[in-house]
């Protein structure tokens, strides 16, 4: 399969699945990468998965979803609340 997602290291290669496994976050995939060294990424960084809408839509130009973006909003949010300092040491609406 070939790897899709636009920043990571092995964008554009195309990789045997030697497997998969479930973590905390999903559904990984297991990708060889040479005779010893195997990856594991997310099925959605690959083209195993039909492409999201969102992104086929704003053809590309898009870097980020919407539903990602309102992802790290939680996050930062919730780092914020922890005592981390966000930028400015605002709240991130």
């Known amino acids: 399969m070939r790897v899709t997602h636009p920043f990571h290291p092995l964008s554009g290669q195309e990789l045997a699945c ?6 905390r976050y999903g559904r990984r995939l297991l990708l060889r990468l040479d005779e010893v060294a195997v990856c594991s990424v997310p099925p ?10 969102e992104i086929v839509l704003g053809e590309g130009r898009a870097l980020f979803r919407v539903a990602d ?4 909003v939680r996050l930062v ?7 981390l300092p966000v930028k ?3 709240r991130v609406k």
């Open 18 to 23: 030697v497997g998969e496994r479930y973590n």
């Open 69 to 72: 973006l309102l992802e790290l």
């Open 88 to 90: 400015s040491g605002e």
């Open 44 to 53: 959605q960084w690959t083209d195993l998965v039909t492409p999201d809408p």
């Open 77 to 83: 949010n919730q780092l914020h609340e922890r005592g």
